[in-house]
């Protein structure tokens, strides 16, 4: 089954402990996002990767990183983490090596930093 | 202004009326749009996506693109309650680095009544 796959679903933290969300596409897509989910603002993009050689900012990376070392892959880290990134993140892929395809969306995490 | 926007509503549509969303944005020069489905906790699915003006089918769901007045809607025919939910409308945006930019507007909850 073609997929998008988070983890962990849900996760209550606390400020400044390391976290990362893995996300992982069975589709060998080249386009891979992450975005959060906040009441009234919509869903804003962190990060995005092209390929495996191309990453770059979305409109709201501050505080988080990412990687794509292998097409399948591309996890998002929170090297220290603050209450304003409670949220709720998906990760989504697309043929292409660009947003103009449609997104496959994982199921989500539900991210809570106390 | 926003890049893409929408009416939050709620709208409330008549069991087996047609539900009638709207969606505006700011870049004359997007040329890929979508509308995603998303249920309260879960995660966007993609009912359709457009690229050229006109209108484009698929079964129950119309979507029409007018790009000279920078509009894409939906129309949803013969509602059933399992159509309530918030849609998202999301436009691909040329950014002023001349990279790709997917943005979603904020969402309409669409409720329809049995």
Known sequence: EAQVTQNPRYLITVTGKKLTVTCSQNMNHEYMS????????GLRQIYYSMN????????VPEGYK????????FPLILESPSPN????YFCASS?????????????GTRLSIL | QKEVEQNSGPLSVPEGAIASLNCTYSDRGSQSFFWYRQYSGKSPELIMFIYSNGDKEDGRFTAQLNKASQYVSLLIRDSQPSD????LCAVNILTNFGNEKLTFGTGTRLTIIP
């Open chain 1, 34 to 41: 992450w975005y959060r989910q906040d009441p009234g603002l």
């Open chain 1, 52 to 59: 495996v050689e191309v990453t770059d900012k979305g409109d």
């Open chain 1, 66 to 73: 990412v990687s794509r070392k292998e097409k399948r892959n």
């Open chain 1, 85 to 88: 990134q409670t949220s709720l």
């Open chain 1, 95 to 107: 043929s292409g090596q660009s947003s103009n395809q449609p997104q496959h969306f994982g199921d």
């Open chain 2, 84 to 87: 309530s939910a918030t849609y």
